[in-house]
């Protein structure tokens, strides 16, 4: 949980603007792959799941917030990076190349595969959930006043990159089934 509050009969004055925040911009990076051979019979499968939850809240609570000459503004909020660069992590993969750079909050790689003389099966699937709550809000009789305005805002904007490959090579039956839910 992130939390930015002005609680407990507080008392904020100000001259200028005023900005109470609480934001995340957690990223992360999933790498999962299985791989399998065999003369007869092989199956690779590779399973990823990612989850992403947060709590984010900026609040006015039964407290006096005045700016004389600006603005009053609440934000909580979910925000992936500007950029990141998932090649430069050490993520102990080879032969696999990552993105330069993202501005995602999830980037999930899933690779599955199998080779066979007669038959081979390749599975990749990749589960990525994001549940956040997200509260901004002015409660218990507080007063709230400033000359430019007051602004609220809760906003989302998480952002999933997943991509889920699944190969077989046999000499009788090969099967595929790459999977992302996002």
């Known amino acids: 949980t992130i939390t930015s509050r002005v609680t407990g009969g507080s008392s904020l004055t100000a ?5 109470i925040e609480a934001a995340d911009a957690t990223t992360v990076v999933m790498v999962a792959g299985g791989f399998a051979a ?31 000459g600006g603005a009053v503004s609440l934000t909580a909020g979910i925000e992936p990076p500007a950029e990141t ?20 909050g999830i980037v999930s790689v899933t690779v599955g595969g199998a080779a066979s003389g007669k038959n081979a099966g390749g599975l990749g699937i990749s589960v990525n959930v994001v549940e956040n709550d997200l509260e ?10 400033a000359l430019t305005g007051v602004t609220l805002s ?10 889920a490959f ?6 009788l039956v090969g099967a595929t089934a790459p999977a992302a839910d996002v």
């Open 15 to 19: 001259v200028g603007d005023i900005s």
């Open 38 to 68: 065999s003369s007869q019979a092989a199956v690779g499968a590779a399973l990823s799941t990612v989850y992403v939850g947060s709590t984010i809240l900026a609040g006015i609570d039964a407290s006096d917030v005045t700016s004389t």
């Open 85 to 104: 660069d998932p090649s430069s992590l050490p993520l102990g993969v080879s032969g696999l190349d990552m993105p330069s750079a993202t501005s995602s």
């Open 136 to 145: 901004a809000s002015i409660t218990g009789g507080s007063d709230v006043s």
């Open 154 to 163: 809760a906003v989302d904007a998480s952002v999933i990159d997943a991509l």
């Open 166 to 171: 699944g190969g077989a090579g046999a000499g």
